[in-house]
């Protein structure tokens, strides 16, 4: 195939994910229906594979590379050299967050520090690949896969580069939605300034916490629990990991309501708990695991979700649950932001209710922005030069707690 043959003005960045395959098959429907022509790059050829099966043009990041390396010729190199030098004012902040990140997850286990070096191989294939494309003229549009990623943060900042309208997509937070934001879609996906306004009359002793939103009817308390580098937990709340959440918040929480029930459910990918935590939930009456693996059986007997911001917070209080959730996420409502005074730091904390109109209010914002499979909406795509970058992080993220040093 020739380079001339290439018929896409669109990327779209998708990573690898087996569970999702329904949604994208949506998504390359949505983007033909708006006179789109989409390509799907995803980081190895299994995922690719499986999505021509299903009629949608998809790569991997080799299968492009070795495409545009046949159909190059000496002369297209040139194209690959000169080009803006531009850096957005708040690019080192966000450059240092990111490896940060990355840091934190190449040495989380064997598996992230093997997949953090092949991606430094890739990285560079990729980088070259979407930037041939730019530069002559291929590409118009690019919809990025989150945003912290290494290929989405990557994606990112090439678009600030070359000046290429883009948007972030995610999973959406239903059944048949995915989500599209321009800033993100994860605790980075709206701003606030109100992280660095701390009311008094708004900091919470924990006795007068539990009278103020814990009803002595809601026996049963979930805690769904996330994965450990999770980027909503390690941008987007104050917690280092789930077990200083447990620690500092429901462990103190249960033992000052003894008469209520605390099911912890562990992160479908860490269901592994470590063994002093262990240890505590066995020695305690009223702290329970719980590994179901549907969560819809669990929240069907819970009276309360409290949680860091998973989404299983946003499921439950769209489904009439009240939510306590402690951590930054697209989808708290900063209407009800209020601050725990616990073991002597002060942790934030959003409660949610769907009998509230305020509340409500999320759930509308979420659907606004989410491409439903019951229709069609052309206005959600929006394609800017606009994102989180352009921003310090201090406006998405609270830094009460330095876990980046």
């Not at 006179?35 to 299903?54: C, V």
């Not at 957005?88 to 450059?95: A, G, I, P, R, V």
């Not at 989405?152 to 580069?161: D, Q, S």
Request: with cysteine; charged share 25%.
């Amino acid at each position: 195939m020739e380079i001339n043959d290439i018929d896409f003005d669109t990327i779209i960045w998708i990573d690898s994910s087996l569970s999702i395959l329904d949604k994208l098959n949506y998504l390359n429907r949505y983007l033909h229906k708006n006179k789109l022509k989409p390509l799907f790059i995803s980081r190895n050829e299994k995922i690719s594979r499986l999505l021509k099966k299903r009629g949608i043009i998809s790569m991997s990041i080799i299968q492009t590379a070795i495409f545009l390396l046949k159909s190059t010729r000496l002369k297209d190199i040139i194209y690959l050299k000169n080009g803006s030098n531009s850096i957005l004012e708040n690019q080192k902040s966000w450059d240092d967050i990111h490896a940060n990140l990355l840091k934190k997850r190449r040495n989380y286990s064997f598996k992230h520090f093997y997949n953090y070096f092949i991606d430094l191989f890739l990285k560079n294939i990729f980088q070259v690949s979407i930037i041939f494309l730019i530069k002559k003229g291929y590409l118009k549009n690019i919809l990025i896969l989150n945003g912290l990623n290494t290929f989405g943060y990557l994606l990112t900042k090439i678009c600030h580069k070359y000046n290429l309208p883009f948007m972030f997509w995610e999973n959406g937070l239903k059944s048949k939605t995915l989500f599209i934001h321009p800033f993100g879609v994860n605790a980075y996906g709206r701003k606030s300034n109100s992280l660095l306004k701390i009311k008094p009359d708004k900091i919470k002793k924990l006795k007068t916490f539990i009278n103020e939103f814990v009803n002595p009817k809601s026996k049963n308390i979930l805690c769904p629990l996330q994965f450990d580098i999770d980027t909503n937990i390690l941008c987007g709340s104050q917690f280092i990991d789930c077990e200083h959440f447990l620690k500092d918040i429901l462990f103190p929480l249960s033992q000052n309501l003894k008469n209520h029930n605390f099911f912890i459910r562990p992160h479908p990918k860490q269901n592994k708990i470590k063994k002093e935590i262990k240890e505590i939930i066995e020695n305690s009456h009223n702290i329970f695991i719980d590994y179901k693996k549907n969560v819809d059986d669990i929240l069907d007997k819970s009276d309360l979700v409290i949680c860091i911001n998973s989404t299983v917070g946003f499921t439950a209080f769209s489904s009439g649950i009240p939510v306590i959730s402690f951590g930054r996420s697209f989808w708290n409502d900063s209407n009800f932001h209020y601050f725990l005074e616990i073991n002597k730091i002060n942790f934030e904390f959003f409660y949610n209710n769907s009998t509230l109109n305020s509340s409500h209010n999320i759930i509308a914002e979420v659907d606004k922005r989410s491409l439903c499979f019951d229709e069609y909406l052309p206005s959600l795509l929006k394609f800017s030069e606009a994102s989180f970058m352009q921003y310090d992080p201090k406006l998405f993220f609270p830094d009460k707690i330095k876990i980046y040093e």
